[in-house]
């Protein structure tokens, strides 16, 4: 579990920013609920069999002897908070989501205990244009962050009835080349195998590429549905691999699944995630909805900015930063700052003393446009940091004159 810094804050507020406004192109509005829910409600969902339920979860019993779970992922609280509230009766819903979430996995680059994702769900809608909007809403946040290079992958896990069919055949494959497995995958055999083609132990690569292939098993209206996902998605000039090998480590998937990946974060490749779930909603108690979403890795996405260079400073740029040249001017220079921030100008007041040169020495560190130097008898001096120039004037003025020079978008 890791402190963000300011410096790293910046950069996660301008990822939120761009993408709260890439969500709301798309008409996706924001949902919040807690941090805690039943630990009940996640073994219904994530599956009692999956390592995240078996192993993962932080779950505690509160004072009434019922237990609860800090939330490993978000989409099982957002059914749950959408039954109890009604979003899905008779309705579509398209709604986003973010904060953190917890598992007690063994940390290493990309995977923490305390983990941030941002999600995306969509309610009420069975055809693939949902889907496609879906993968069309990333590509496009790709863009807005100037993200390049990653890979997007697809696959189809079929309905629940030939999944089950491709589960059984899987079981029958691996159990006569069981003597090659590890001890992971001997565990997921009997549990959960289809996590074993998700394996990045490179001894059992081969056992992996000679598995048998889940698009064989597919029924006609999966391999209709996954074919008008591809259709239009090539038609929108979105590249893609379709990948059979792919499966998603939560019982729920089923149909559509989907990975945007990079090549540059090492083991830990994925930065987006999702697929439909079709059946969640019906199988934790209410009616038959359709449902699709995905979740971003902040983590590994805000790194992923950073290795490529485009981890922009999102912290918005000091208009002035005021100094005294005595601490007589002190009450001034405190109702001069205000005013000032009631024009909606960002105004850092020096505070702790010092002498005029540290005062100003600090203005230069800050980042601010101007220095605002504030004495008790003399007219207000305000020095452009870029140039040096300097310019006096009443304090009535300094406010216009900070608008005009000292902006984002002015000298």
């Known amino acids: 579990m890791n402190d963000l810094l300011p410096e790293t804050v910046d950069t996660w507020q301008g990822v939120e920013r761009s993408a709260r ?23 219904r969902s994530i599956g009692e069999a999956t390592d995240i339920v078996e192993k993962e979860m932080y779950s505690f019993q509160d004072r009434n002897g019922e237990s609860l779970t800090l939330r490993p992922e978000g989409t099982a609280g957002c059914v749950r908070a959408g039954i109890e509230n009604g979003l899905f009766y008779n309705q579509v819903q398209r709604l986003w989501y973010a904060g953190p979430m917890f598992r007690h996995e063994r940390p290493q680059k990309g ?16 055809g693939p244009d949902i889907d496609i909007e879906l993968i069309l809403l990333t590509a496009r946040l790709w863009r807005v962050l100037g993200l390049k ?36 995958s001997l565990r997921r055999l009997s549990t959960n195998p ?6 990045k132990n490179p001894s059992l690569r081969d056992v992996i590429e000679q ?11 999966s391999r209709t549905h996954f074919a008008a996902v591809q259709s239009c998605l090539a038609d929108a000039g979105v590249k893609f691999v379709v990948n059979p090998r792919l499966v998603r480590g939560l019982d729920y998937y089923n149909r559509t699944v989907f990975e945007w990946t990079s090549d540059r ?16 909603v019906q199988q934790l108690g ?13 983590e590994r996405l805000v790194e992923l900015l950073r290795v ?15 100094v005294t040249a005595d601490p007589s001017a002190t009450c001034s220079a405190i109702r001069l700052a205000e005013e000032l921030r009631g024009r909606s100008l960002r105004v850092l007041l020096h505070c702790g003393g010092g002498s005029l040169k540290s005062q100003l020495r600090r203005a230069d560190r800050s980042g601010a446009h101007c220095a605002i130097l504030v004495s008790k008898e003399m007219p207000v001096a305000v020095k452009m940091l870029a140039t040096g120039t300097q310019t006096e004037m009443e304090r009535s003025a300094v406010g216009d004159y900070l608008q005009l020079h000292c902006s984002d978008h002015g000298s």
């Not at 192109?25 to 996640?42: D, H, M, N």
């Not at 289809?194 to 394996?199: E, G, P, T």
């Open 21 to 43: 406004e890439v969500f709301g192109q798309y008409g996706y509005r924001e949902i919040r609920f807690p941090l805690v829910e039943k630990t009940e409600l996640y073994a």
């Open 149 to 184: 290079g990653l890979r997007l992958d697809l696959n189809s896990l079929g309905t629940p009835e030939s999944r089950a069919g491709y589960r059984s055949a899987l079981i029958d494959y691996l159990s006569m080349r069981r003597h090659e497995l590890d001890e992971d």
């Open 286 to 298: 209410g009616d038959d909805v359709p449902a699709v979403g995905f979740a971003i890795g902040m």
């Open 308 to 322: 490529d260079g485009e981890a922009a400073d999102a912290h918005p740029r000091l208009h002035a930063y005021m």
């Open 194 to 199: 289809l996590r074993v083609l998700d394996s």
């Open 111 to 126: 995977r923490y205990r305390q983990f941030h994702q941002i999600g995306v769900e969509a309610y009420g809608m069975p």
């Open 211 to 221: 598995a048998p292939e889940l698009p064989a098993f597919l029924d006609e209206e």
């Open 265 to 280: 974060l090492g083991a830990q490749a994925a930065v987006c995630a999702g697929g439909r779930y079709d059946g969640l």
